[in-house]
């Protein structure tokens, strides 16, 4: 089984300022992985995704996350963040190439405030 | 083009009553997946359809929680005698096959008083 531990639920910064939210996750097999950021009063979208290949990877937005398999982590980076970036950001997985379902599973959310 | 869609958005009922959730997803996707978010938490899997039949149940909390997809295209979440618990975000998703990007729905806000 798999799971996800986002260790900060909400996190506060000034606009301008870099971010980075955690993601930890725990699974016995291969996993994909993926970030998807949900505004106020919008439906769940997906900001970017590890299948294979480069460890890092990009939102059109200027989001990072690099996936670490050493140190079973996924965290979400952006260098400098806008006002437009304050969201909920999930973190979730689901069983790489082999495994036998395609569902997600869900970190708690870390809720991203940006202040000017 | 359309996204996934989900009526109602807002659903208010009593304890004991039965609702029914409905889910449209986005044309052509032949993966269906309903997720319940409840407050302060992440999205949690109930159950996901392939075509026209349930390829994963094991997310579903128990025998009151049933879900159809007849035509392979519309789903309907269905919740017998609701208890107070039930409430939560109950959200769809949809994709072209199994290991594809879903795309979310707006969600229904169950409120069970």
């Known amino acids: 089984a798999q799971s996800v531990t986002q260790l900060d639920s909400q996190v506060p910064v000034f606009e301008e300022a870099p971010v980075e939210l955690r993601c930890n996750y725990s699974?016995?097999?291969?996993?994909?992985l993926f970030w998807y950021v949900q505004y106020p009063n919008q439906g769940l979208q997906l900001l970017l995704k590890?299948?294979?290949?480069?460890?890092l990877v990009e939102s059109i937005n200027g989001f990072e996350a690099e996936f670490n398999k050493s140190q079973t982590s996924f965290h979400l980076r952006k260098p400098s963040v806008h006002i437009s970036d304050t969201a909920e950001y999930f973190c979730a997985v689901t069983p790489g190439y082999g495994g036998s379902q395609g569902n997600l599973i869900f970190g708690k959310g870390t809720k991203l405030s940006v202040k000017p | 083009g359309a996204g996934v869609s989900q009526t109602p958005s807002n659903k208010v009922t009593e304890k004991g009553k039965y609702v029914e959730l409905r889910c449209d997803p986005i044309?052509?996707?032949?993966?269906l997946y309903w997720y319940r978010q409840s407050l302060g938490q992440g999205p949690e899997f109930l159950i996901y359809?392939?075509?026209?039949?349930?390829?994963?149940d094991s997310g579903l909390p128990n025998d009151r929680f049933f879900a159809v997809r007849p035509e392979g295209s519309v789903s309907t979440l269905k919740i017998q005698r609701t208890e107070r618990g039930d409430s939560a975000v109950y959200l769809c998703?949809?994709?072209?096959?199994?290991?594809?990007?879903?795309?979310f729905g707006p969600g229904t806000r169950l409120t069970v008083l």
């Open positions: 998703a949809s994709s072209r096959g199994q290991r594809n990007e879903q795309f």
């Open positions: 699974s016995s097999v291969s996993v994909y």
């Open positions: 044309s052509g996707h032949t993966a």
């Open positions: 359809f392939q075509g026209t039949g349930a390829a994963d």
């Open positions: 590890y299948l294979s290949g480069s460890t």
